[in-house]
């Protein structure tokens, strides 16, 4: 599951501050009272350099699209954590490197990663959440793009197997072709996958 990107020291005061370095990407917010189980009112101020944006999360449960309203409902949850990718084909005419990012596809839905600048070795630490029906025996696919201007340019993709349900397992795959996994391109994505049988288990 995704790890805490950073904490306050957990004390009884009406107002906390942290600051944080963070890298581009997704976080969540999560306040908490002092004593467990006592309900209450907070006051959010998000501070940053860049431009950023924010909602408030409402819903316990993920919003089933209407076009599956006649299928089961979703009952598991699948984490995928896209690590790095290594060794990536030059992309640069001048210098060497490349700007690579990387989707994360399953069942439909679909998740990218930041867009690492200026190399063929890019460390992600990048996390997603699925919510699947049957994630025993199916698996999640990972592409790798390179980031362009005018039109981004593939790279290869991997599809890693689920396994089985609580454990966690690091994959490190050589990327392929589309739909042609004979067909080995330069370059390896590390990616860890687990997944849970309840949605509510983490």
């Known amino acids: 599951m995704p790890q805490s990107a950073g904490n306050v020291t957990f004390t009884n005061s009406r107002s906390v501050f942290g600051k944080f370095e ?34 408030e999360l409402v819903k316990e449960s993920l919003k089933v699209p209407s076009w599956r309203c006649c299928t089961s409902q979703y009952n598991s949850l699948v984490s995928v954590k896209v690590n790095s990718v290594n060794s990536l084909p030059n992309q640069n005419l001048v210098s060497e490197g490349a700007d690579p990012y990387c989707i994360v596809k399953m069942e439909g839905q679909q ?49 890693v197997p689920c396994g089985k349900a609580g454990e966690a397992r690091v994959h490190t795959l050589k990327l392929h072709e589309r739909k042609e996994e004979s067909k080995q391109l330069s370059g390896t994505v590390s990616v860890t996958v687990e997944w849970f049988d309840d949605c509510t288990s983490r």
Do not use: M
Request: net charge positive; proline share 5%.
């Open 22 to 55: 963070l890298s581009e990407g997704r976080y969540v917010c999560i306040p908490s009272t002092f004593k467990p189980g006592v309900q209450g009112s907070y006051l959010l101020r998000v501070f940053t350099e860049h431009a950023s944006s924010g909602k």
């Open 111 to 159: 998740s990218r990663t930041p867009t690492i600048k200026d190399t063929l070795t890019a460390t992600f630490d990048s996390s997603h959440v699925f919510f699947t029906k049957r994630p025993a025996g199916s698996s999640v696919k990972v592409e790798v793009w390179d980031y362009n201007l005018v039109k981004d340019k593939f790279l290869g993709e991997v599809n």
